[in-house]
């Protein structure tokens, strides 16, 4: 197999959520999800730190982001170097609001 895929989907609910700009003034949110995996004794949670980048997509987070809401995300994962040592998180490519109306 030549080509490598790199794209990743989850579905949780939203936990911390930040609104801020780049560097170059451009708007992103970043925000965390919970996502449940539920055996037979207990429920393992797991918190997923989201960016997103998109201009669009960042102005349809700030509409209907808020804690506690249930969203899929889908994007692709990516490193990079933070206080405690490497981090993986995922840039959002679209985020989607399942019980929105």
């Given at each position: 197999m030549s080509d490598d895929v790199n794209h990743v989907s989850i579905?949780?609910?939203?936990?911390?959520?930040?609104?801020?700009?780049?560097?170059?003034?451009?708007?992103?949110?970043?925000?965390?999800?919970?996502?449940?995996?539920k055996t037979p004794d207990r429920t393992i949670t797991a918190w997923v730190k989201?960016?997103?980048?998109?201009?669009?997509?960042?102005?349809?987070?700030?509409?209907?982001?808020?804690?506690?809401?249930?969203?899929?995300?889908e994007g692709e994962l990516m490193n990079r170097e933070g206080r405690i040592g490497?981090?993986?998180?995922?840039?959002a490519r679209r985020v989607l609001f399942p019980e929105a109306r």
């Open positions: 579905s949780g609910n939203v936990g911390k959520i930040d609104f801020s700009t780049t560097g170059s003034g451009a708007p992103v949110c970043t925000f965390t999800i919970a996502s449940d995996r989201i960016n997103v980048y998109p201009v669009a997509l960042v102005t349809v987070c700030k509409a209907k982001l808020a804690k506690g809401v249930k969203v899929w995300v490497e981090l993986t998180e995922i840039r």
